[in-house]
């Protein structure tokens, strides 16, 4: 079965103080598709990363980074230096390469950072 | 880059009536297109998969014959919500596989549905 795990239903720091979402998963697939997405209160889904299954380096792009770790099925979103703006609901998903695109979402964790 | 739009952003109907909700692709074409469902303060659920040029694939739970589903072009899905009651009253948002593979998925931006 598929499934994704946001055990963090809602953060709340202040600005600059460094925050962790976590994402666990499960699936049986070998060959899969991780996605962090961004929700602000609009509600449209901002893409923030894709990793495939085999790809396990982790990256980094500002004050984002992601830590990928097969052994543990997680896939960890930590942003550096928080700041008001990232106050959002943030998703994570998960798409096995045998089910063309369909995503499974998350709880989303709700973040809310304080000025 | 790649865009997916979604039309209206926000309607109100009464209740018993129906209302369309569009999800195009802009650039590129999608055979397959994704219809999601979110409740307010909850995650999103797959509702169905849409496929051009034949019928639509529901997820276990989701009536059929109250969110019909059309793809008749490689750019275009609608979402129809038949009879709407006040418990439809969610926020719909599509997405659009580009290419054959899964893993090149662009969402639109939503749409907020009220039915009083």
């Known amino acids: 079965a598929q499934k994704v795990t946001q055990a963090q239903t809602e953060i709340s720091v202040v600005e600059k103080e460094d925050v962790t979402l976590d994402c666990v998963y499960e699936?049986?697939?070998?060959?899969?598709?991780l996605f962090w997405y961004k929700q602000p209160p609009s509600g449209e889904l901002v893409f923030l990363i894709r990793?495939?299954?085999?790809?396990?380096q982790n990256e980094i792009s500002g004050r984002y980074s992601w830590n990928f770790q097969k052994s543990t099925s997680s896939f960890n979103f930590t942003i550096t230096a928080s700041q008001v703006v990232d106050s959002a609901v943030y998703f994570c998903?998960?798409?096995?390469?045998?089910?063309?695109?369909?995503?499974?979402f998350g709880q989303g964790t709700t973040l809310q950072v304080k000025p | 880059g790649a865009v997916v739009s979604q039309h209206p952003s926000r309607v109100i109907c009464k209740s018993g009536t129906s209302v369309k909700i569009e999800c195009r692709s802009l650039?590129?074409?999608?055979?397959?297109m994704f219809w999601y469902r979110q409740f307010p303060k909850q995650s999103l659920m797959l509702m169905a998969t849409?496929?051009?040029?034949?019928?639509?694939?529901?997820e276990q739970g989701v009536e059929k014959d109250k969110f019909l589903i059309n793809h008749a072009s490689l750019t275009l899905s609608t979402l129809t919500v038949t009879s709407a009651h006040p418990e439809d009253s969610s926020f719909y948002i599509c997405?659009?596989?580009?290419?054959?593979?899964?893993?090149?998925?662009?969402f639109g931006e939503g749409s907020w549905l009220t039915v009083v």
């Open positions: 699936t049986r697939d070998t060959t899969y598709y």
């Open positions: 849409s496929n051009e040029g034949s019928k639509a694939t529901y």
């Open positions: 998903a998960l798409s096995e390469a045998g089910r063309g695109g369909k995503l499974i």
């Open positions: 990793r495939n299954s085999f790809d396990e």
């Open positions: 650039d590129f074409q999608a055979t397959t």
């Open positions: 997405s659009a596989r580009q290419g054959p593979s899964g893993n090149t998925i662009y």
